[in-house]
């Protein structure tokens, strides 16, 4: 079949909502898009963890320990995941972490930014894993079977962290005037970061027009912003804090909270490279991989002798398959 009929048919499924799987026909730029997408994706949540981990020796209690030790277990999960599913599309995982190492890929801007209080653990969970909720949920319903699926269980798991991220402002929202101040503080160093990660505005986003087509993207980016802003707006108020934006304002015709301008000079060049831990979580991630080195040395050995005694043991069942059976 030529190609240009193949691609129809493969809008036609698309438009259909019938997911397309890793062994179906797919045009070079879907595949491209995805592994781009899903690779990007990976590498946050494997970055992600840096922030987080951090604080796991200075929880304040045995049970906020528990609770951030597992978070952070379940982003390297989230990883795993999403990296088997780009493998699906014909990339291998070395592939992809070595474009991490080197710098090559990209991974989401939050994550380089740092984590000085407790109270951040509590920021990073509402408005971190909060964005990343309103932005995943849509992607469960991505073209792309492998994808969508990965998605349903990582949202599951946002969820409890957004709430446990929610839980610990809460917790301080009502303590000394200290740990209420640590508490907005937090909150306006993570607010506007946390708007940067919907990525640039739908005029500025080379990806979101063909990735619409194509059902990647179920929502653009300004719109998810906006549905993020409205759901923030009012959950703060339960906080009894504010968001660090004076243009925040109900707009009773659009039905919608208007809000403020965001620093895209800011966006770009953390993207770039030149955020306040863009060096610091690059280098912690390199140095992982290479103390790793002799574990996967080591599973590669054994792996190697395990299968030559198998291999052995087959030759020998072989050599003795036609000797006279004893009396
Ligand atoms: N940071 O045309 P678009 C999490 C890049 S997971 C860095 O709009 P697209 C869990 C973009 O890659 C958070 N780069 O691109 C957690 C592209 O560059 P390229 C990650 C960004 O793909 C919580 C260029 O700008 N979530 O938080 C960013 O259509 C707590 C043009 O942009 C996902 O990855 C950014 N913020 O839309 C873990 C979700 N934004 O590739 C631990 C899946 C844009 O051409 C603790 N990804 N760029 O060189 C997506 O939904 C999309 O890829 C977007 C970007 C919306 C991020």
């Known amino acids: 079949m030529d190609a240009n009929k193949l ?18 026909w797919m045009p070079d730029e879907y595949r491209k898009t995805l592994i781009r997408q899903i690779s990007q994706h990976a590498h946050s949540e494997i970055v992600g963890m840096l922030p987080e981990g951090n604080w796991i020796t200075r929880a304040p209690s045995l049970r906020r320990k528990a609770i951030l030790l597992a978070k952070v277990q379940d982003e390297a999960g989230h990883g795993l995941y999403l990296y088997s599913a780009a493998e699906t599309l014909g990339i291998t995982r070395d592939e992809m972490y070595y474009q991490l190492h080197s710098g090559k890929a990209k991974y989401s801007s939050i994550f380089n930014y740092p984590t000085l209080t407790w109270a951040d653990m509590g920021a990073i969970g509402w408005l971190v894993d909060g964005a990343a909720i309103m932005n995943q949920v849509p992607l469960s319903r991505c073209s792309y079977g492998p994808y969508a699926r990965a998605m349903v269980r990582i949202c599951k798991e946002e969820s409890f962290h957004q709430r446990q991220g929610f839980e610990i402002l809460l917790t301080l929202s009502k303590g000394n005037a200290a740990q209420r101040k640590m508490c907005q503080d937090a909150i306006n160093r993570w607010w506007w970061p946390s708007l940067m990660m919907f990525g640039p505005t739908d005029n500025d986003s080379p990806h979101t027009a063909q990735s619409m087509k194509w059902k990647i993207k179920r929502f653009t980016n300004d719109e998810l912003r906006q549905k993020f802003v409205d759901v923030c707006a009012e959950q703060v108020k339960f906080l009894g804090m504010t968001l660090p934006d004076k243009d925040l304002k109900w707009n009773e015709e659009r039905k919608h909270y208007d809000f403020g301008p965001i620093n895209w000079e800011e966006f770009w060049n953390v993207v770039k490279g030149n955020g306040p831990c863009n060096k610091e979580r690059l280098a912690t991630r390199v140095q992982a991989w290479e103390d790793g080195a002799w574990v996967r040395e080591a599973a590669l050995a054994y792996e190697e002798k395990k299968s030559a005694r198998k291999y ?3 030759n020998t069942a072989k050599s003795t398959e036609n000797a006279p059976a004893f009396q």
């Open 7 to 24: 691609a129809e048919q493969f809008q036609q499924k698309i438009d259909a909502d019938i997911k397309i799987e890793p062994q179906d």
């Open 312 to 314: 052995a043991f087959q």
